[in-house]
């Protein structure tokens, strides 16, 4: 008896050893030794949480070092304006009264030149324009609040290519924007600050309420046909949607859908790209329609506007003559 008492104890001893009861759980604390707020991330494996939790790490310390960043600059700015009154303040009489009067007439100067310039940009847009472009905004509701941010920088970018196309004395594109609709309003007017002022044609209204269905042209990855020469009767689509290739071959099939016509730029046969994706930002597209407007090779303008960290290199056999 005492023999198999002893022998079942010995036994169980290695299938318990090791387990010691839990003192009640601490204070922020759970049953299961996890801090309280802690996300469970149900499904997945060790590894996808890992990696999620890493994403997670990187995603706050980068966040961390911008707002850090922007507290540094901020203490600057506010230093150099302590030095510039101290300095002010030790000027004599005369000299802070001049000083007064040369900054607010810099000012005014400054000013209208401003006026100057808005008055000249919007003379060229609405004026000396030879080919159109329009920008598709289809899909508001479809992205993320982090897309429609970068959609709505992307609309400021392009605007801001137009404007300097006219500084450097070139020939802007005609520029208009439908589908602005209450989704992207309040997110145009945080990211791009201004749009409603814009002397571009600005509209809430579909694609097809707003621009001729025979006169358009979406340019899309997925169309076959190859936009070689560009036409100035023609409405060049770009479609405004940021996805991060969520929805794969949203504007072909859109396009179809509404039968416009559609096209490709000609990237693969005048360079290849080492890194990302062939697909383009709203912003490059109009650039290189910009640069293509005004005479470059289709060559010439992805070397111009596409950047480096895409590791852009001339292909072999190109088509890139206008």
Not at 150 to 174: G, I, T, W
Not at 203 to 227: G, I, Q, R, W
Not at 279 to 307: F, Q
Request: aromatic share 4%; proline share 3%.
């Amino acid at each position: 008896m005492g023999v198999a008492l002893s022998r079942l104890f010995w036994e169980k001893a290695p299938r318990d050893h090791g387990h010691v009861a839990r003192l009640p759980a601490a204070r922020g604390e759970r049953e299961d030794g996890r801090r309280t707020g802690q996300t469970e991330l149900q499904g997945i494996s060790k590894n996808a949480q890992k990696k999620v939790a890493r994403e997670k790490r990187l995603a706050d310390r980068k966040k961390a070092r911008k707002e850090e960043k922007k507290r540094q600059k901020a203490l600057v700015k506010v230093q150099k304006r302590a030095e510039r009154q101290a300095r002010f303040e030790k000027l004599p009489a005369e000299e802070r009264e001049r000083a007064i009067q040369e900054r607010a007439a810099a000012m005014k100067a400054g000013r209208a030149e401003e006026r100057e310039k808005r008055a000249k940009v919007k003379d060229a847009l609405q004026n000396r324009t030879r080919y159109s472009v329009c920008i598709d905004l289809g899909w508001n509701d479809q992205m993320f609040e982090k897309e429609q941010r970068s959609l709505a920088r992307q609309l400021a970018y392009s605007y801001n290519a137009l404007r300097k196309c006219v500084e450097s004395d070139m020939v802007p594109l005609s520029m208009s924007i439908a589908g602005i609709d209450d989704v992207i309003k309040p997110v145009l007017s945080f990211s791009a600050q201004g749009w409603e002022t814009w002397p571009v044609k600005l509209s809430e209204n579909s694609l097809l309420e707003t621009h001729e269905k025979e006169k358009m042209v979406y340019l899309t990855h997925d169309a076959e046909d190859v936009l070689q020469t560009m036409d100035p009767d023609a409405i060049y689509v770009v479609g405004g949607i940021v996805d991060r290739n969520r929805l794969r071959c949203a504007t072909m099939d859109k396009a179809t859908r509404l039968g416009i016509k559609t096209a490709r730029l000609n990237l693969d046969r005048n360079i290849s790209l080492q890194h990302g994706t062939p697909v383009l930002t709203v912003n490059h597209c109009v650039e290189i329609l910009v640069n293509a407007a005004n005479g470059m090779s289709w060559r010439d303008a992805y070397l111009k506007v596409l950047p480096v960290r895409k590791g852009i290199s001339t292909a072999k056999s190109s088509d890139h003559d206008r």
